[in-house]
């Protein structure tokens, strides 16, 4: 007799995809981090807004 395997049990599929998932978002992330972070003003630009 076959054995059957319920979809609540995990596999190796479900954890490959779940990695994937989640390097993608580091990656999302990483690029991300110094476009967000160019648009900061200057230290020359913050001294003259502390005046």
Same mark, same amino acid.
């Given at each position: 007799? $076959?054995?059957?395997h319920s979809? &609540? #049990?995990p596999t190796r599929r479900d954890?490959?995809?779940l990695a994937t998932g989640a390097m993608g /978002?580091?990656?999302i992330g990483a /690029? &991300?981090?110094p476009l967000? #972070?160019?648009m900061n003003p #200057? $230290?020359?630009t913050r001294a003259? $807004?502390?005046?």
């Open positions: 007799m $076959a054995q059957t979809q &609540a #049990d954890f490959l995809m /978002v580091v990656g /690029v &991300a981090w967000i #972070d160019q #200057d $230290a020359s003259l $807004a502390s005046i």
